[in-house]
């Protein structure tokens, strides 16, 4: 019998000339509680959340899941973000964030990659 990990599930989002503004693309609290509600939407429980606002200015933020781990990445001189959501097992729905964070950013043009892998 197989483990219920053997099923693995990248998004990867990159959204270019966002409609948010410089600051709020910067800025730390915003982005967590937004990449907060993007994880409740891929229906994975979080283990932990830390972030870094760079100067002069971008955001990353990293978090630990259950079933692995979720990025997000800020070029606010840019209006780019760059998020990338990896799960294992089924229960995981990493393009359910995805959809989330475009709504959020709401970027001119994006590129998604959802892949799903099984060992």
Not at 45 to 52: E, K, M, S
Request: net charge neutral; charged share 25%.
């Amino acid at each position: 019998m197989s483990s219920p990990y053997t099923t693995m599930r990248h998004a990867t989002a990159w959204l270019r000339k966002c409609g948010l503004s410089r600051e709020d693309l910067n800025d730390l609290p915003f982005l967590r509680a937004q990449f907060s509600l993007a994880l409740e939407a891929c229906k994975t429980r979080v283990i932990g959340i830390d972030g870094h606002r760079f100067e002069p200015e971008g955001v990353t933020l990293t978090a630990i899941l259950a079933d692995s781990h979720a990025v997000l990445h800020t070029w606010p001189e840019e209006a780019f973000v760059m998020v990338e959501i990896f799960t294992c097992g089924h229960r995981g729905d990493p393009m359910g964030g995805i959809r989330f964070l475009v709504g959020v950013f709401k970027p001119r043009s994006h590129e998604i990659q959802d892949t799903i892998s099984r060992i």
